[in-house]
């Protein structure tokens, strides 16, 4: 019997899991209402409730979002510390196949799923194809979604209409009517960059005012730099980072001022380039919140043995919430371990000759297949442009749209899947063949930060380095605080 089995007469303990996208948004059930429906289906079920876990404000669809208590529930599922999981339904799981497959995994000793209308046996083959049908439709309705809401934004911002999530700060919720108070700070807040002071001293002096942001946050230099970026200030609407339209109104500040401030933003560098002292820069994330590490020198600690000043990697704290600044790593102990893991990853001759094969066969399938997604995109673009000059009717717009839809979903997913491997001629170019253990550590030794950088790049393939909290005192190194994400399937 297994760990996560119970014994006769027995319930089975289950955790629950809920989520929503969006906090403000009144179509998805909220985070009580699942686990409340999630509680009467484990005790229909004769069973226990385990843990708890809830992401909100968490999209399932983007990669790029770590979500915590996720990660908290396939951790005991696959550890065999909880009997299963149970969701109001499969979209609130996940919306990517590619993590259902986690789940199939980590099912193989035997784990219940459940959702709010029935079971999903994942030891059988019918029940695992069920659960990859239905994360598989998951997947589509948000690519489809996806595309219908890009298309809808191209409309409006050849109308003069702007496309905005949060309120923009200066206007109301429409975006369009400017609200008299904040038009006010940003007039001066133009006035006083176009005089010279730096975005720095214009945030510390507002949030000193106690004057805040369409959020109520405060502010730091970036932010200030945002808001002054806006092309929406000067009346214009922006799409795919081209001005599209102009908006009715008056605009917040003259075109004469918009065209300086653009002088001055392109007459100076995009964000600041990664310190040279810090390899895993990027590559790195808190355990804790999911922020990325970034370098801080200690130059009031003993220096290193050999002199150089001591530096650690740590989730800096900032004044716009960023950051728990609660985790912290020493750099050479991190660049140590990860120099180690890259050589381990790099030196191993299954994952040399599978990049390789992995590159040549995506670089012979991607051209049809984004020739075929062009097409596609263009002929959607092409609907949405007949659509909105009224040369054909919503209801034949929607009858042509949806099997293009479901059509260019699949494209995409295709690419993405083809995307995942390295271009075999920067392959060849890197050395990226099999070579020995010691060859791998000399390059790594030889190498400088950038060029470390390269190969930290190289040996995750688009994985994330977690740091999590210390549990530890003392100098010594902990490697089990150091997680990497899982290869893709």
């Not at 065209?259 to 933003?265: H, S, V």
């Not at 964000?271 to 790195?284: D, I, N």
């Not at 030794?445 to 688009?462: F, H, P, S, W, Y």
Request: proline fraction near 4%; hydrophobic fraction near 35%.
């Amino acid at each position: 019997m297994t760990n996560n089995q119970v014994t006769a007469g027995q319930d089975p303990v289950l955790d629950i899991y809920a989520r929503v996208s969006r906090l403000t948004d009144d179509r998805q059930r909220s985070t009580d209402g699942q686990v409340e429906d999630c509680t009467a289906r484990i005790a229909d079920h004769g069973g226990q409730i385990g843990e708890v876990h809830i992401d909100s404000d968490r999209s399932a669809w983007n990669r790029r979002v770590f979500r915590r208590e996720w990660e908290r529930l396939m951790t005991r599922l696959e550890s065999g510390a909880t009997g299963g999981v149970v969701v109001f339904d499969m979209a609130r799981f996940s919306r990517r196949p590619i993590e259902g497959e986690r789940l199939i995994d980590a099912a193989e000793k035997g784990l219940t799923v459940l959702d709010s209308e029935g079971e999903y046996d994942l030891m059988t083959a019918n029940g695992r194809k069920a659960f990859r049908d239905q994360l598989t439709a998951a997947a589509y309705e948000s690519d489809r979604l996806s595309s219908r809401v890009k298309r809808g934004k191209r409309l409006k911002a050849a109308r003069g209409e702007p496309n905005h999530t949060h309120r923009p700060f200066g206007f109301e919720p429409d975006g369009i009517t400017p609200r008299a108070s904040e038009a006010a700070v940003i007039g001066e807040m133009v006035a006083r960059r176009l005089a010279g002071d730096s975005y720095r001293a214009i945030a510390i002096d507002l949030n000193n005012r106690g004057i805040t942001t369409s959020v109520g946050a405060k502010w730091c230099g970036e932010k200030v730099k945002r808001v002054l970026s806006n092309p929406r200030n000067a009346g214009y609407v922006v799409h795919h980072g081209e001005l599209v339209s102009k908006m009715p109104g008056t605009p917040l500040i003259a075109e004469s001022e918009w065209e300086q401030l653009t002088a001055m933003f392109d007459a100076t560098g995009r964000g600041r380039p990664a310190s040279a002292e810090y390899a895993c820069s990027g590559a790195v994330d808190c355990g804790g919140c999911g922020r990325g590490l970034t370098g801080r020198p200690q130059p009031n600690r003993a220096p290193y043995a050999d002199g150089a000043m001591r530096r650690r990697y740590w989730c800096q704290k900032r004044l716009t919430g960023g950051g728990c600044n609660k985790v912290s790593i020493d750099m050479r102990q991190l660049d140590t371990a990860m120099g180690a893991l890259v050589v381990s990853i790099l030196s191993d001759p299954a994952h040399s000759e599978a990049v390789a094969a992995a590159a040549t066969a995506a670089n012979e399938a991607r051209r049809p297949v984004a020739e075929k997604l062009a097409e596609c995109e263009e002929l959607a673009e092409a609907l949405s442009d007949r659509l909105g000059r009224g040369e054909i009717t919503l209801a034949r717009y929607d009858k042509a749209i949806t099997p293009l839809d479901r059509r260019i979903a699949s494209l995409r997913q295709e690419m993405a899947e083809l995307d995942a491997a390295p271009e075999f001629d920067e392959l060849k170019q890197s050395g990226a063949h099999a070579e020995s253990v010691q060859e791998w550590t000399q390059r790594w030794n030889d190498a400088n930060t950038q060029e470390k950088r390269v190969m930290i790049k190289r040996a995750l393939r688009g994985r994330r380095v977690r740091v999590m909290p210390a549990t530890k005192r003392g100098p010594k190194f902990d490697p089990d605080r150091i997680l990497v994400d899982p290869i893709a399937a």
